[in-house]
């Protein structure tokens, strides 16, 4: 099993751009998050879904949207990128009901 | 607000010592508190969780204490190892919200071989 995987693994932005982060997995988990970590801090969590076609805010959701058009997979989206959003953004994937959550190896996105 | 927070930022052991990290809390209404460990360049890694109604659970080399009187969280890493440099985070599980962590700041420990 791959795990969880994300692509891509670095990107770099102008203020303004548009882009997709992909989030896969392989467990058949039902739940599926996305966070960003800024430095010397820890995650936060920015939107969270509990099955396909279900997706739910977390605590900082402006600036993002996203999608579970599949089990396996959880789109985040950045309509238009802000220096702000210059974060490492990591996926998350659990059963349902269980605390263990896997996390994916995290994207690097630079916005100037 | 609510939050979770750590002590510490930093901590540093000499290899085969045993490490106490340290957490406190705001929310007593949490389900769950867990621990997660996060090597450089890497994503957090879970370790151990502990449920609210509980004071204490062992691991594999590791034991949390939860002390709900005054908010507190610790995770005692027995026989520390070079192995065992990363970040550490406490984290706030609300399965109410879907299973949303809630992360502290985390500590970083180096461990000096």
Known sequence: NAGVTQTPKFR??????????????????????????????????????????????????DGYNVSRLKKQNFLLGLESAAPSQTSVYFCASSLAGVNEQFFGPGTRLTVL | G???????????????????????????????????KQESGKGPQFIIDIRSNMDKRQGQRVT???????????LQIA???????????????????GGKLIFGQGTELSVKP
């Open chain 1, 12 to 61: 770099v932005l102008k203020t303004g751009q548009s882009m997709t982060l992909l989030c896969a997995q392989d467990m058949n988990h039902e739940y599926m998050y996305w966070y960003r970590q800024d430095p010397g801090m820890g995650l936060r969590l920015i939107h969270y879904s509990v099955g396909e076609g279900t997706t739910a805010k977390g605590e900082v959701p």
């Open chain 2, 2 to 36: 609510e939050s979770v927070g750590l002590h510490l930022p930093t901590l540093s052991v000499q290899e085969g010592d045993n490490s106490i990290i340290n957490c406190a809390y705001s929310n007593s209404a949490s389900d769950y508190f867990i621990w997660y």
């Open chain 2, 64 to 74: 949390v204490l939860l002390n709900k009187t005054v908010k507190h969280l610790s």
């Open chain 2, 79 to 97: 026989a520390t190892q070079p192995g065992d440099s990363a970040v550490y985070f406490c984290a706030e599980n609300r399965w109410v919200e």
